[in-house]
């Protein structure tokens, strides 16, 4: 079996890599046009009222607890892990509820 001339391999790498740089091209410029930074399509912004939040005893904690990883989940609030008092990791989870 005859292997093709280099010229030829040369010239499909060539035109390749000429096709590749051409997408690359219009897909950042397509991507530019949505990019309100860059003069495209502006979304109108929605000004919500300000949400106050209002400190609430709830009574005293059952367990010092430093730096838990922490998310809010609809109308709860959610604590993982953290550091003990003792200095050591906890796996313990808590979940708060909020109330108005």
């Not at 096709?19 to 690359?24: D, F, G, V």
């Not at 904690?61 to 200095?87: H, K, N």
Request: aromatic letters at 2%; a neutral charge; zero cysteines.
């Amino acid at each position: 079996m005859a292997r093709p001339p280099v010229r030829f391999l040369a010239l499909v790498l060539a035109l390749t890599a000429i096709a590749t740089a051409l997408l690359l091209v219009r897909h950042a410029t397509a991507a530019d046009k949505d990019d309100p930074a860059n003069g495209g399509p502006k979304t109108a912004a929605t000004s919500a009222p300000p949400t106050t939040l209002v400190e609430q005893a709830s009574g005293p904690l059952a367990r010092a607890v430093q730096d838990p990883a922490t998310a809010g989940i609809g109308d709860r609030v959610v604590f993982a892990g953290g550091l003990t008092a003792s200095d050591t990791s906890t796996d313990r989870i808590v979940s708060v509820s909020g109330t108005s």
